[in-house]
């Protein structure tokens, strides 16, 4: 989001943002007790949000402090665009259409994820009387919005689905992968701790709930005799003491790695020879895999753990750049790395197709347009 608001203040417009404290913070110095702060132009106004981590409470107070603050904002400001992302679920939606919608502005909702139907996959809003109060309010977000943006035809799908999604003016804008700084030198660092030949897999991303990274360690399991197969799994999640103890039982040939900066995890990427995508069963329908893009950005083919009716896994097999495998068949991916490892010459095919598809579908320069076309236009008719 930092991306696409310097582009639009490049364009020429007055961005305000309005959010929390990073999480991780790149320059302390700036952010400590700052709560407006200028970055590249934008005007940066940053709440005091309290860590949500296990606190279910708070995730509301939260959203309800955001959505207020920005209500109040807006009433001030008379902003002639406002965007929302679809975080915090619901609520950010909610509380920045009306917004919008008092101060007769163009509202843009931006869903990288649809909620409340990833909240009921995942139980945190599996209660039917809260899954229908949501779905309501959200529903009346989205039809205050030119336009909800998806990231796939399955996300559209999913909202032309709902009781009113007809009245939904829904377009397609795809994400792109994050931009990278000291580059060169990331890469040299990590080339110095990776293995040549061998069929070097990584899996770079959230281990959480959503992803049935089980499959994935059940499958190096069933191949942990073949020393030339490997995996790299970095990042964080709920989900990954869990499978650190799987590992340990079967013996695999994988190695974990803590959360790393982008451009070392990029670098990662781009020495691998693959990489995975994966999720549970009806995910494809309400999300899209980041992750896809910082594969394709590097030239990394992708296996994707998915539905075959999936758009990802038709895609995939249409441009060429990766195979797909049936959620929890953990034979059936160990014998597609097993037959990866015995005959490499799809690689190099495979790594022109994703940097080709990446260009085509990814890249910030295609999706920026994008974004400048779209504003220009909210702008022109408000």
Not at 96 to 115: E, G, K, N, Q
Not at 126 to 135: D, F, G, H, K
Not at 190 to 198: E, P
Not at 265 to 277: E, H
């Amino acid at each position: 989001m930092s991306t696409i608001a310097r582009r639009l203040h490049q364009d020429g417009h007055q961005v305000d943002v309005l959010t929390g404290k990073p999480s991780r913070t790149i320059n302390p110095s700036r952010d400590k007790g700052a709560n407006s702060d200028g970055c590249d132009g934008l005007r940066v106004f940053r709440l005091n949000l309290q860590p949500e981590v296990g606190r279910p409470v708070w995730r509301i107070i939260n959203a309800l402090y955001l959505g207020l603050s920005l209500l109040v904002k807006a009433i001030f400001t008379r902003y002639d665009v406002i965007i929302s992302t679809s975080i915090p679920p619901v609520l950010g939606g909610f509380f920045a259409s009306l917004a919008a919608r008092l101060t007769r502005s163009r509202f843009i909702y931006y869903c990288m994820d649809l909620h409340p139907e990833v909240g009921r996959v995942s139980g945190d809003f599996s209660n039917p009387v809260l899954y229908r109060i949501l779905l309501r309010i959200d529903d009346w977000s989205c039809r205050q919005a030119r336009p909800v943006l998806v990231h796939s035809e399955d996300m559209r799908n999913t909202l032309r689905a709902r009781s009113r999604g007809n009245e939904y003016a829904i377009e397609l804008m795809n994400n792109f992968a994050l931009p990278t700084r000291h580059s060169n030198q990331s890469k040299t660092e990590w080339h110095h701790s990776s293995y040549n030949n061998r069929l070097t897999l990584i899996y770079a991303g959230n281990m959480g709930r959503f992803q049935g990274l089980e499959t994935l360690i059940g499958a190096m399991g069933l191949v942990a005799h073949r020393k030339d197969i490997e995996l790299i799994m970095m990042g964080e999640g709920g989900a990954k003491a869990d499978l650190i103890s799987l590992q340990k039982q079967t013996n695999s040939n994988v190695r974990f790695y803590d959360y790393q900066p982008v451009e070392v995890a990029k670098a990662a990427i781009n020495t691998a020879d693959i990489g995975l995508v994966m999720l549970t069963p009806d995910i494809y329908k309400y999300a899209y895999p980041s992750k896809t893009m910082a594969y394709l950005e590097q030239g990394c083919p992708i296996i994707a753990v998915i539905e075959e009716e999936s758009e990802l896994a038709r895609t995939m097999k249409s441009d060429g750049y990766g195979f797909s495998i049936p959620i929890g068949n953990t034979e059936a991916l160990a014998q597609l790395l097993m037959q990866l490892a015995d005959d490499m010459s799809w690689k190099e095919p495979m790594r022109q197709s994703a940097s080709t598809a990446f260009e085509r579908y990814f890249s910030a320069s295609v999706v920026l347009d994008k974004w400048t076309k779209l504003v220009d236009q909210s702008h022109q008719t408000s």
